[in-house]
């Protein structure tokens, strides 16, 4: 009986063996067919999700399901290298942990952010900080390598490039360090620019500023490098930055090309030309051999914008949510900011890039080097113009297309025959429920309504999610920004304005300044009088209302003796004689205090002065009188922001 029950069972059990071998020989053959195909589809595998690291493969593979304790051991252990300021060994843990979990999104991030933003703000050397920033960025481009088709890693590289070295506090030197790492070192050496004695050798010392002009002029201005002595001490200081060029020696006679590195050791990284839906939408790729002298982070910030959009669905003409994702297996969406947001940053970044040009004073006539400078102080025995290119008007129309084009694809530009349609098709469904164009029940959906009232439904939502869409990304603000701003009159006037703001702070001759201003200020008065949007938008109102303000205290501190005398307020203020400054200040705080929409001084008593009794004005500005329209050039809130910001950086 015993010898009978182990005879079936010992027959089960080979049976069972037997079952086994044939599933896993049919598997062999059936796989490449069945699973792997069906794994590509959905793209499974670690190749279809991006590059795969042959060493964190293995190192995985080995550790099978103690990978989750290895990772939370190694993250714990870098929280305490960090604490203890041991950058090195934090950096090669971060490297660690990476490569445990290459496909989970938040080591990547965190990590990157980590080095970019914490670590680099603990060194005290600004070489150290961009060193680690750097770092952070590449760590995160890997990351991005490694998880194809992600919009998050896209997305956040670009934040990097605006924010820690665009928006930092040492920007001025991140930025110029930026421009150094995209340059050539054989282009940027400054013992080739030495003649055997040690002296500069200015015929090549020119032919770079001529290459270089953004960021010769930066060193210059910013930097306040006064010799070119000093800025090839910079150029030394610095030579060895990341870059995306192989190492070469300083003073090498070669006069070759440096050799790029690969793509994955670049810095500043660059999408990839494989990785590229629709190459013919960048300018520049990782594979270029030379960028162009105003390539700067705001540049690159700009291609991983554009970048990040490609991951998205298309974008829907007709207003409506833009969160929707209609194939999850084909497109990916991204967590944050939200979708309409995610997909303006391409048009925001152009229309951020052109206000830094004008910041730095790149318009359309170049710049003369040693404008202004005398004797010694000038590098040049002859007159040096670099950069004669109109940048301001190609980066400001090519803002301006974008935004346009932003507002097309995504249903927040219509003109006004389109919503006039559309507000004749949402009356029926307004008036049946007693809604307000921005009114909206969401237990309401469209097959709650048939025939011609759904259509009215439909309607109405689509002029909400058009309002709603617009204000999200700040589109009634942007694009007539980019109107008004790409056209010559803004341009010369704001070139004009700049001019006479860097005259007046090298205190040159008092004329000379009002002259420039005489001249921008009817030209910027002509833009906000052509783009009433502009006109209306209040940083622009706050913006003029401070030059103004700057030409009328001019207008004082010329006249001198005849301003100082006595003035007199007339109109139930006959007797209070105060100087003009003070009359000045007091007419800004009464306008806004009293809330007049108006402009600023018609807003109070006639002010005159001199002798009681002489018929004298007060000097007015351009902008005080009311346009046709009868919408003011500076509102009430404009002056109220503009004295409590006192000190904003504002442009020019």
């Not at 989970?104 to 670590?119: D, E, G, I, K, M």
């Not at 439909?458 to 999610?465: P, V």
């Not at 002010?607 to 050039?633: H, I, N, S, T, Y």
Request: charged share 30%.
């Amino acid at each position: 009986m015993v010898a009978d029950f182990q005879r079936q069972s010992r027959q089960r059990k080979l049976l069972y063996v037997g079952l086994i071998l044939a599933l896993f020989t049919a598997t062999l053959f059936y796989r490449p067919y069945l699973l792997e195909a069906h794994a590509d589809s959905l793209e499974l595998r670690a190749q279809n999700r991006g590059d795969v690291d042959p060493t964190a493969a293995a190192v995985n593979l080995t550790l099978t399901g103690s990978r989750g304790l290895a990772l939370c051991f190694l993250w714990q252990m870098a929280i305490e290298k960090q604490k203890r300021h041991e950058w090195n060994e934090l950096e090669i843990l971060v490297q660690w942990i990476t490569r445990l979990q290459p496909h989970l999104a938040t080591p990547w991030l965190y990590q990157s952010w980590n080095l970019a933003y914490n670590v680099s703000a603990e060194s005290d050397r600004l070489r150290d900080k961009y060193f680690y920033i750097s770092r952070g960025i590449e760590l995160l481009a890997e990351g991005e390598r490694q998880n194809r088709d992600h919009p998050d890693f896209r997305w956040h590289i670009a934040c990097y490039y605006l924010d820690k070295i665009g928006h930092a506090d040492q920007q001025r030197t991140l930025r110029s360090l930026f421009q150094m790492s995209c340059i050539d070192p054989r282009d940027r050496d400054p013992d080739t620019m030495r003649a055997r004695d040690g002296k500069i050798d200015l015929v090549k010392f020119q032919e770079f500023c001529e290459q270089q002009p953004f960021l010769v002029r930066r060193l210059k201005e910013q930097l306040h490098c006064k010799t070119p002595e000093e800025v090839l001490d910079f150029l030394a200081e610095n030579y060895h930055v990341p870059s995306r060029y192989e190492d070469r020696p300083r003073g090498s006679t070669s006069t070759e090309k440096t050799r790029l590195k690969p793509p994955e050791q670049q810095f500043p990284p660059l999408p990839r030309q494989k990785d590229l839906k629709y190459p013919g939408d960048y300018a520049y790729t990782a594979e270029s051999d030379v960028l162009p002298a105003d390539f700067d982070n705001y540049s690159a910030a700009h291609l991983w914008y554009l970048y990040a959009q490609e991951p998205l669905p298309p974008p829907v003409a007709t207003p409506g949510p833009a969160w929707l994702n209609p194939d999850p297996n084909r497109y990916r969406m991204p967590r944050q900011p939200t979708a309409i947001i995610f997909r303006s940053y391409p048009a925001l970044s152009q229309s951020i890039q052109a206000e830094r040009r004008e910041r730095e004073g790149w318009f359309d006539q170049g710049w003369e080097i040693d404008a202004g400078q005398r004797g010694r102080n000038r590098w040049f025995p002859e007159s040096v113009i670099v950069g004669r290119q109109d940048w301001a008007m190609r980066n400001w129309t090519k803002a301006r297309d974008l935004w346009q084009q932003f507002g097309l694809r995504n249903g927040v530009y219509l003109d006004q025959s389109e919503l006039e349609v559309l507000n004749e098709r949402a009356r029926l469904f307004r008036e049946r429920f007693g809604v307000g164009p921005q009114q909206r029940d969401p237990k309401q959906r469209p097959e709650d309504f048939q025939g011609p009232l759904r259509v009215s439904y439909e309607a109405h939502m689509q002029l909400w999610w058009y309002v709603e869409n617009r204000q999200r990304c700040v589109f009634p603000r942007h694009y007539p920004q980019s109107q008004a701003e790409a056209t010559r009159e803004a341009i010369e006037a704001r070139e004009l304005l700049y001019q006479a703001r860097r005259k007046h702070r090298a205190a040159e001759a008092l004329d000379d300044v009002l002259r420039l201003y005489e001249r921008a200020l009817p030209l910027w008065k002509q833009v906000l009088l052509r783009h009433p949007e502009f006109r209306a938008d209040l940083f622009i109102q706050e913006y003029t209302y401070r030059i103004q303000e700057r030409y009328l205290n001019l207008l004082v501190e010329k006249k001198g003796p005849e301003f100082r005398k006595l003035l007199v307020l007339q109109d139930g203020l006959a007797n209070r004689r105060l100087d003009l400054k003070q009359l000045l200040a007091l007419q800004d705080c009464l306008a806004f205090g009293a809330n007049r929409v108006p402009g600023v001084m018609t807003c109070l008593p006639s002010l005159r002065w001199g002798q009681p009794g002489e018929a004298v004005e007060a000097p007015r500005g351009p902008f005080d009188e009311l346009p046709p329209d009868g919408q003011p050039f500076i509102s009430g809130e404009a002056i109220k922001r503009a004295l409590a910001r006192p000190d904003f950086d504002d442009l020019p």
